[in-house]
């Protein structure tokens, strides 16, 4: 969406990063939390807004009294338990201040394994639908206390993505401690906001990779990720300040400010977006070049012709990675045959799969209803 059709946003996943709830000294700070919830409330007339809040781990290591040592990040354990002790009291934090403005929350506390299940993703959104019809802000978060790192999202910015599949949302804006994306370190004189950025290529990548604060998860570069990943599903993503007094609302306005990341030309159906984002593959299937031609040219289904071998065990339905022989995967989908068949079957003609399996459920290993090209970016 361009920056003047922004108001017609209806469904927006707001960030507030650490930064923007803590202050200098990784205090929780209640006022910028007062502010921002009113400001919520107020874009929330006539939208539908969640919130992915960070700052569960500050408030629980103010509560615990852990000392924050520089340059000596905190180990998993510890984390964890800032996390579980701060939970609540950053619920408590939101409730208050978005009670003042007549709005209900709700936790929602997600883990990636949570999102990658068909399943638990389609259960989400259906209580982020309910939730939304009353009227309520469901304020999200990652579930810190059991997410050990294979199943760990890592960092709220990428979290946000995965909650705007979920809810649909045409926007994402992320508040951080700076003004959004610098062509150079913010710190550095002659820094320039990057105003708009129409497409995230390989520089804006690199030119985001340095920039970061020590209070932030994630600094620029996992955003920037974020914004490229929801730009390949069709959402535009903002990058604000969460100091400037109301820079949402501006934002909506039209005005310059921030930085704007346009979405790429297609918009992913919600199932689609899903399987390019959230779903976890749970093997890969090996194609040649033709197949892959006829894969990302022309939006063709993957036949068993081109298939060339399998990796990983799976079942009809699962999710699959589809990959040339050197390189990584270009595309994921749903497989319509197991990897035990896909084996027998492979490179011979669809004709053929009867004769070698003995029966035939489709013509296609993976039909382009259920396969989405990936945008093979640069991480
Ligand atoms: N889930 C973490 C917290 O609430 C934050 C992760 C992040 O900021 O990216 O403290």
Known sequence: MPRSTLHRAKRIVVKVGTG??????????????????????EISKGRRVVLVSSGAVALGAERLGLARSKGRPWDIPT???????????LMAAWGDALRRHGKVTAQVLLTAEDLASRKRFLNARRTFEKLLDAGAVPVVNENDTVAVEEIKVGDNDTLAGLVAGCVEANLVVMLTDVEGLYDRNP????????????????????????????????????????????????VTTALLSGRRPRALAALLAGEQLGTVFAPGAHHLSSRKGWLAAAAKSRGVIVVDAGARRAVVEQGRSLLPSGVRSVQGQFRVGDPVDIAAETGRPFARGLA????????RIAGLKTSEIERVLGYKY??????????VVLDVGRE
Request: one cysteine or more; proline letters at 3%; glycine letters at 12%.
């Open 187 to 234: 710190a550095e004189p002659g820094a320039r906001l990057v105003r708009d950025v129409p497409r995230v290529t390989a520089e804006i990548e690199r030119i985001a990779g340095g920039a970061g604060s020590d209070r932030s998860v994630g600094g620029m570069a996992t955003k920037v990720r974020a914004a490229r990943r929801l730009a390949a599903q069709g």
């Open 20 to 41: 923007t709830l803590t202050d200098r000294t990784g205090r929780f700070d209640r006022e910028n939390c007062a502010r921002l919830a009113a400001e919520l409330a």
């Open 336 to 343: 319509g045959y197991g990897a035990e068949e896909i084996r």
């Open 79 to 89: 984390k964890q338990a800032a996390a579980a002790a701060g939970q609540p009291h």
């Open 362 to 371: 489709l013509d296609e290993i993976v039909h382009r209803n259920d396969l």
